[in-house]
């Protein structure tokens, strides 16, 4: 199984029979390097409604007759656009073809800003996503400060890959999410949510490195870099 990262939160996981994308956001990305109508998807997983995460979704989605999981709100959403699309709910858990999603609890916000009716839509909680599949867990955090509940996140399962921010100022901080990678179990991490902008610039491999000091596996991808679970 392959996960590619495409900067800021998205990344693309690809195993024998499915293409799955998490939180599409390339047009506006200034680091990205791969363009909307370059990616492929049969599954598209949106942690929340902020355009930094939603981003290409409709196009993509469209585009390949993707089914786009996500909170029910946004998910009723992008139905209203055209999408085919899945909604869920906090501590809800479902089987797809290419395996099982929880969508899990994130502290954030979630919503639509149109400017020009200095207008915010509400878009049904912030998530994270736990994703078991080809024999292995993923979990993505999304946009997610610390929170205590994160130590029940692991439970019954080993977190192979943690998919975590480290931003700070919207979401956790590295020191944060050195927190969460180990009540979470995680053996492997992978940050993200960072350097996209500059309140969010931080340093990825010093955070790797702490990482390592506490025996929790971890690397820096590159835009474009793949990583094989």
Known sequence: MNITYHGHSCFEIETPKHRIVIDPFLSGNPLAKAKPEELKADWILLTHGHDDHVGDTV??????????????ELAVWLGFQGVNAHGMSIGGGYTFDFGHVKMVNALHGSGFVKNEEQQIIYLGP??????????KTIYHAGDTALYSDMKLIGRGKEIDLALLPIGDNFTMGPEDALTAAEWIGAKHVIPMHYNTFPPIRQDAGAFVEKLNAKGIGGSVLGVGETFTL
């Open 59 to 72: 196009d993509i989605a469209k585009r390949n007759q993707a089914t786009v999981i996500a909170p029910h």
């Open 126 to 135: 912030p998530s994270g996503f736990v994703l078991t599949l080809e024999g």
